[in-house]
């Protein structure tokens, strides 16, 4: 209660009511009474404020309240008109008493003053409490608390004004006043709201009451001034205003402190509206967490995000917002900003609708004026993608390193499906693509490696569909990665009902991504990656981070096969060099043995029909062994054109039938040596444009692996014209091929008889298709083992040869 008011109250009451006493007592809750005064026309009553007060004690009780009675004179004796009022304010309760020794006190209107002085004494102290802050509290309290009042007979229009009244309107003690005067010092803008307010409580019917807030002109300073006026109109029996009382004081300081707090609360406010605009234009995540960790302030990417109003979440902390682990760790992190009263940063976690996201928090104490940390201002990033990016990168340099490190084409597979395996998927399957176009399941990768086997005899006993419609062609003729979520069975096949394919069960429907593997512009088969967990997702960045894996596998398998195949041709080589080393030095030792065996004959010096008998037939040995050494060397050098590109055809008409008749010809004392019957069939000629060396070439080598491999059997011979084809056939009896090898037998140094028994170089066949598909036809054998063989050529008739 600011000092002096009450007694600036008493004075009010004393010289409004004419009273010869007044006393004030202000109690707070606990205390004794914090304040007390007491007042009179007599100061030396005024000095005995706590004797008066004791006397009157008594008195001071509920029911005096506002009901005057007559009592003995506490001081000087006699009888005395008492009346008490009370009043509060805040905590503070006060009792304000006033006596009279006139008997005739108080009148109703003294009555009714006093409760209005109380009233707007109490208004004053509230107006004098609130500028308490603005450190102006005595000088304002007492200006506030000093009342002037007015006295109106509405039917005389008689106008009394006491002077602070008349100074409130900037008269003079003397000024001469009446409604009119009352009217002239009104400020023009509210005159006509204010005279309003007074005919309202003219009016019986209202109730005489009347309180208003208005500006005065001040008709000689010029100056305006606030005044809060209040007062009550009293009425006759007939309802007519007979007299209008009231009181006024000076209320401009608490409209300037108003308008300075409005002024200063509005700038607050747009300064606030520009933080919130600041960081409402943020990508980043900002708020501010009081000290006990509850928030303040969030921006709109935070409301976005957590699904939550920024008026919701104030006085909330991190514990109503997320799961108890997520409100642990960004409190202790709080905790540590306060404590180390500067800024941090560190990396957090927060549970977003797509999953956990990774931030990057910088958070920072803010201060109050007294050097107290009272909040923690946070700024968090998401550098969810970033990371992922860092650990797809390392994802990736592990997966290169791992598949760099075997050249073994089988375990390449199984490497490239384990890496994938839990990082993309918990099923990996590396599906290859065999020779007759299906998929074979090469490598199986699993998080339950129970589970691995039978995915694996699954798909070998219901291989995906290769079909260019099916999923697996899709992504194969597309050469972009596929994701699919949740198609039947699995990966495209039902399981069927049965405990034996209980464990793939739950794989059925589950989103996987199926990523081609390519490489040199081939395909090599398909990376198939499955997700068994409830709520895996596949995003587009799994979807990057697969087709990447794809290409290092399919890159890695490449190698592997190249390796596979360079191996393969390296063992055909080096067994093609050791027969092929056998099959020359055979006919030179022959001839070496021939030539030391003629030597040793012209040495002896004989002569004779018998010398030229022997030479003759060791002449003619050494002449077979050259021809089957110009074989051999002619078959290498046409296996050397073909390598190289310069494999040439020269086509002129010939009749293939003739020429059928010309080589078997050349093979007849060979067949008759051997004791097999060589028969030819032609039906008439078979005219066709084919290079007739080759063409010779072809049949020759058909006719000696009949000879060589026929046991001795009748060998035959057809040619036939079918339209615009021509057909050669040479059948013999036999040890025949077994169907494993009827393709292979076609390519380079392949053999499939027994070398130990069967001499030759691999490459008769291989040159005979050459020659055939560059004259555009096809060669192919049926043949069974112990059943002889038929070699089937084809030959266009027309005059394509390719060179
Ligand atoms: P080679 O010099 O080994 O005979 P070819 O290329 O002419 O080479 O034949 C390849 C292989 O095909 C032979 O090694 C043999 O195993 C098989 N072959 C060729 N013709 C016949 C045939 N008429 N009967 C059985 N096997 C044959």
């Known amino acids: ?3 002096g008011v009450i007694k ?143 006295d109106y007979d509405p039917l005389t229009q008689e106008m009394k004004w006491s002077d602070r009244c008349k100074e409130l309107f900037g008269l003079p003690p003397d000024a001469k006043v009446d409604y009119r005067a009352f009217l002239a010092g009104l400020h023009p803008d509210d005159r006509e709201r204010t005279h309003q307010a007074v005919q309202l409580a003219l009016a019986a019917e209202t109730g005489g009451r009347f ?27 007939s309802g007519r205003a007979v007299r209008f009382i009231g009181t006024v004081f000076d209320i401009t300081e608490r409209k300037r402190v108003e308008a300075e707090r409005e002024r200063a609360e509005e700038a607050q406010r747009a300064s606030h509206r520009l933080l919130q605009d600041v960081i409402d234009n943020s990508t980043a995540i900002i708020y501010v967490k009081d000290a006990a960790g509850r928030y303040m302030l969030i921006n709109r990417r935070f409301e976005e995000l957590f699904h939550v109003a920024r008026d919701v979440i104030v006085g909330k902390t991190d514990y109503d917002l997320f799961p108890k682990d997520r409100a642990d760790a960004f409190r202790a992190f709080d905790l540590r900003v306060l404590e180390a009263g500067r800024a941090l940063e560190s990396e957090e976690l927060a549970p977003q609708d797509d999953g956990l996201h990774t931030y990057i928090s910088i958070k920072a104490p803010l201060y109050a004026e007294a050097g107290r940390a009272y909040a923690v201002c946070g700024i968090s990033t998401d550098i969810t993608d970033r990371k992922r990016a860092e650990q797809s990168q390392l994802f990736l340099v592990r997966a290169s390193r791992e598949l760099g490190t ?104 589950k989103p996987s991504i199926d990523v081609p593997l390519c490489t040199r512009g081939r395909f090599l088969g398909v990376l198939s990656l499955t997700s068994a967990g409830p709520s895996r997702r596949h995003d587009p960045a799994d979807l990057a981070l697969a087709e990447e894996l794809g290409c290092r596998a399919a890159f890695a398998i490449d190698n592997a096969e190249l390796y596979r195949k360079s191996q393969e041709s390296i063992r055909a080589r080096d067994e093609f060099l050791s027969v092929a080393s056998h099959e020359l030095k055979t006919p030179l030792t022959s001839m070496t043995m021939r030539a030391q065996q003629m030597s040793t004959l012209l040495a002896r010096g004989s002569e004779g029909p018998r010398l030229a008998t022997q030479l003759s037939a060791m002449l003619h040995v050494v002449n077979r062994q050259l021809q089957r050494l110009g074989l051999l060397v002619g078959e290498l050098l046409d296996v050397s054109r073909i390598t190289s590109g310069r494999f040439t055809l020269r086509a002129e008409e010939v009749d293939l ?79 025949g091929i077994a169907n494993h090898d009827l393709a292979r037998i076609f390519e380079r140094f392949e053999r499939a008889a027994p070398s130990r028994n069967f001499g030759g170089l691999g490459l008769g066949l291989y040159i005979t298709r050459q020659i055939v598909e560059a004259h555009g036809g096809r060669i192919w054998a049926e043949s069974q083992p112990g059943m002889g063989a038929t070699f089937f050529v084809e030959l266009p008739r027309g005059s394509s040869c390719a060179s």
Request: with cysteine.
């Open 406 to 509: 075997s050249l073994d084409y089988e375990t390449t597979l199984q490497r490239a499906a384990e890496l994938a395996v839990p990082t993309l998927a918990d099923v990996c399957v590396v599906f290859t693509i065999e020779g007759d176009g299906t998929l074979r399941p090469a490598a199986v990768a699993d998080t339950s490696p129970a589970r691995a086997s039978s995915v694996r005899e699954f798909l070998s006993a219901h291989p995906p569909d290769a079909s260019a419609s099916g999923r697996f062609g899709r992504v194969m003729s597309s050469g972009h990665p596929e994701c699919s979520t949740g198609t039947p069975g699995f990966l495209g096949r039902a399981v069927p009902a049965g405990s034996r394919w209980e464990p793939l069960r739950e794989l059925e429907r």
């Open 8 to 150: 600036t109250l008493l004075e009010v009451l004393l010289s409004m009511l004419r009273v010869d006493l007044a006393y004030a007592r202000v109690t707070r809750p606990g205390e004794a009474a914090i304040e007390t005064a007491s007042a009179s026309g007599r100061p030396e009553i005024a000095q005995r404020a706590p004797e008066l007060g004791a006397a009157m004690e008594r008195w001071l009780k509920t029911e005096t309240w506002n009901t005057p009675i007559t009592i003995e004179d506490p001081l000087e004796g006699g009888k005395m008109r008492l009346l008490v009022g009370r009043f509060g304010l805040h905590e503070d309760s006060g009792v304000v008493a006033v006596c009279s020794h006139d008997q005739g006190f108080p009148t109703e209107t003294e009555a009714l003053l006093f409760r209005v002085a109380i009233n707007q004494a109490v208004i004053g102290f509230q107006e004098a409490q609130l500028l308490q802050e603005h450190q102006r509290v005595e000088r304002l309290a007492l200006e506030a608390a000093s009342l002037g009042t007015w």
């Open 211 to 237: 309180k208003i807030e208005h500006r005065t002109r001040g008709a000689q300073d010029g100056l305006e001034r606030w005044v809060s006026a209040a007062g009550r109109a009293f009425f006759d029996e």
């Open 657 to 735: 039938a003739a020429l059928l008749r010309d080589v078997a010809d050349r093979f007849s004392e060979q067949a008759q040596t051997t004791g097999c019957t060589l028969s030819v069939k032609c039906e008439g000629p078979v005219v066709g444009a084919w290079d007739r060396l080759r063409l010779e070439q072809v049949v020759a080598n058909l006719l000696t692996n009949a000879l060589k491999y026929g046991a001795n059997g009748p060998i035959s011979v057809k040619a036939c014209a079918e339209r615009d084809k021509a057909r050669l056939v040479v059948e013999d009896r036999g040890i």
């Open 1 to 3: 209660m600011p000092a």
